[in-house]
């Protein structure tokens, strides 16, 4: 079911003003030099729509709710005031006529996240970008922050100081929460030691007090990250190679994960960790399956004496057979695990691989996941999962080990935190008991941090620091929570400058910029991205053909012909394929940027990869397209294919 933006769902009770339901259907206006993007407005507070440009609104009229997304359908001056026409787009009619002082024109459909909050301080907002730019660029910013900071804890604001509000003191999970902070504007700036950040104009809304009167008093504390969040709770489900090489190493995962098992019910009871168990393998040489490439064998939605969990542990048996190589199909458990489970009510959610070979992506001959490295991690991220990696590096892997350090590192690395990868030197059955033991315990730590952990020997140093990390992780999505539970929400309706990256500390960032795509838009992506890997893939025996079948393919999709000519198609944004949407945005795309030189001077395999990469990327989007619980209605009238979807700009081709 789509989720339902609450700040706007009143703007579908509103009147349709002086239009009947029967008017005839209009189009909204479309922006200066596009011929597909439409022009739309947020709202600001006291918005009321009436009948004819100039009209005074009635007594009683409803009143659109703050920075709700509108479309514009006509412009016009009336009695010295400029005028805008409004509505919800599609095939509504408009809904009236309001100043064009309570709206705000959004050109780009870019909008931020808050990160997590963990390693980093609370954002900023500015009244001016040249005060952002200043800070940054020329004074000592941790200090200025930190300094701020303590002012606005204290109510001690000065009035003439450049901060205008902060980050809320508990977490806003746009996940669990869904809030609107539009970009209107932004631009790069660098700090003294060269990390780049951008500083953004937002527009913001809430319904707690306004931005300045919040600064100006005492806050209420933050909840604090270390008492115990009642009611929250955990899920892992590990996902094992069960495998012919991982035979020996099967028995040992049931011996510690029932010992794990048996030791956290009894400390936790009814609120202990839940368990799950998925298991994967690899296809034969013929490209049969061994049975499954992967398996759900017990989900994290188990009674609490987690009895089908152990089970299920009795129930997992290793191949009798060799697969076609050393490496295995870890990536087609790991999306079983994220997608392929019902999580129940867990809300801290972690994904434990165990295996002792490198991955096969989707990319890859084989890879049933149809995912890479990089858009699996995003998928985790996109459904609020950790994943966490125990590599056994055993004396008959040892010329796979750094392919498999190399994916699994980047793969478990999480914002702002780092990487949760464990690996095992030699594959010792002692040393992999203990890394789980431990790992499967500090996740259980993170729902009770007054828990005082037992005393064990010192584990190594990359297994001491991916637990550090993990333990980190776990406070975060605990925090995450316990701002969802106290309703957390942005600051109020205002425009302000804030910085992308932390002002301390500009290694860890703030805010994710993302877009926000309709469904149809991802759906249009997805037949993008598809027509390019077609004529990538038709083109392979004569590469210089490629463009001309990318021209060819956009005239077939009747996308802006105008824009598609020989002379004038040299980048591969030039044919005219993608989107508009997509234009203008802060980020670098590889595909946009690609030109019919770069192409004809790449290798054979490194158009193979770009084409790889395009596949995998099709995949993540038609994932995020079918789950139905990522997407936003704006408002309750919304048809399916105009519900939203925050998407990560690296995320983006």
Request: no cysteine.
């Amino acid at each position: 079911m789509l989720k339902t933006l609450t700040m706007a769902t009143a703007l579908a009770l509103l009147p349709v003003i002086g239009l009947a339901q029967s008017a005839p259907e209009r189009r909204p206006l479309l922006m200066a030099g596009k011929s597909t993007l439409e022009q739309r407005v947020l709202t600001r507070p006291g918005a009321v729509p009436v009948a004819r440009p100039g009209d005074d609104a009635p007594e009683g009229a409803a009143v659109i709710p703050p920075l709700s997304l509108l479309f514009v359908y006509g412009r016009e001056t009336a009695g010295g005031e400029d005028w805008v026409e409004v509505g919800r787009g599609g095939r509504s009619v408009p809904i009236g006529w309001v100043p064009a002082g309570t709206v705000i024109d959004w050109k780009q459909n870019l909008v931020v996240a808050f990160t997590d909050r963990v390693n980093r301080n609370r954002a900023l907002f500015f009244k001016d970008g040249e005060d952002l730019r200043r800070i940054v660029e020329e004074e000592d910013a941790g200090a200025f922050a930190r300094d701020t900071l303590t002012a606005i804890q204290t109510g001690r604001l000065a009035a003439d100081a450049p901060v205008i509000a902060a980050e809320p003191p508990a977490h806003v999970d746009i996940s669990r929460q869904f809030y609107l902070l539009p970009i209107l504007d932004w631009q790069e700036v660098w700090f003294p030691d060269g990390f780049q950040a951008l500083a953004l104009n937002v527009a913001a809304t809430s319904e707690g007090a306004a931005a300045p009167e919040t600064a100006a008093a005492p806050e209420a504390p933050a909840p604090e990250a270390d008492v115990v969040a009642e009611g929250y709770r955990t899920g892992v489900v590990f996902v094992v190679d069960t495998s012919i090489s991982f035979d020996r190493y099967i028995r040992a995962a049931e011996r510690v994960m029932t010992g794990v098992r048996d030791r956290l019910v009894k400390e936790f009871g009814p609120a202990a960790p839940r368990f799950g168990l998925v298991g994967f393998r690899d296809v034969m040489e013929d490209g049969s399956p061994d049975g499954y490439v992967s398996k759900v064998f017990a989900e994290p939605v188990t009674d609490p004496e987690q009895a089908d969990f152990l089970t299920a542990l009795g129930r997992l048996e290793a191949s009798k057979v060799s697969n076609r190589d050393f490496r295995e199909d870890a990536y087609a458990g790991l999306r079983t695990a994220i997608e392929g489970v019902d999580w129940g009510d867990t809300e801290g959610r972690f994904v434990v691989l165990i295996t002792d070979a490198s991955p096969r992506t989707g990319a890859e001959d084989g890879g049933a996941s149809g995912l890479g490295t990089e858009q699996l991690r995003l998928l985790a991220r996109a459904n609020r999962t950790a994943i966490a990696a125990v590599h056994l590096e055993t004396p008959a892997g040892a010329e796979d080990h750094a392919r498999a350090a190399a994916a699994y590192r980047d793969l478990t690395d999480y914002p702002n935190i780092g990487s949760l990868y464990f690996p095992v030197a030699g594959g010792d059955v002692a040393a992999y008991e203990a890394v789980v033991d431990r790992l499967a315990t500090t996740i259980a730590q993170g729902m009770r941090p007054d828990t005082v952990p037992a005393e064990v020997t010192p584990a190594p140093a990359p297994v001491a620091e991916a637990l550090e990390r993990t333990g980190l992780v776990g406070k975060a999505m605990r925090l995450a929570w316990a701002g969802a539970q106290q309703g957390s929400r942005p600051p109020e309706l205002f425009q302000a400058w804030v910085a992308d990256r932390d002002l301390a500390n500009p290694a860890s960032k703030a805010l994710d910029v993302r877009v926000l795509i309709t469904r149809n838009q991802l759906s249009d992506l997805q037949a993008t991205l598809q027509a390019i890997l077609d004529a990538g893939e038709a083109t392979r025996i004569a590469p210089g053909d490629f463009f001309g079948a990318l021209q060819g393919a956009a005239a077939a999709m009747s996308r802006r012909p105008d824009r598609v000519a020989g002379a004038e198609a040299r980048r591969l944004a030039d044919t005219g394929l993608i989107g508009e949407y997509l234009e203008g945005l802060p980020y670098r795309s590889r595909v946009l940027e690609l030109t019919e030189d770069d192409w004809l001077a790449w290798s054979f395999g490194q158009q193979r990869e770009f084409l790889d990469d395009l596949a995998a990327k099709i995949r993540l989007y038609r994932a995020i397209h079918d789950d139905a619980d990522l997407w936003i209605a704006l408002d309750d009238d919304r048809a399916g294919g105009e519900a939203v979807y925050p998407i990560a700009l690296d995320a983006l081709p």
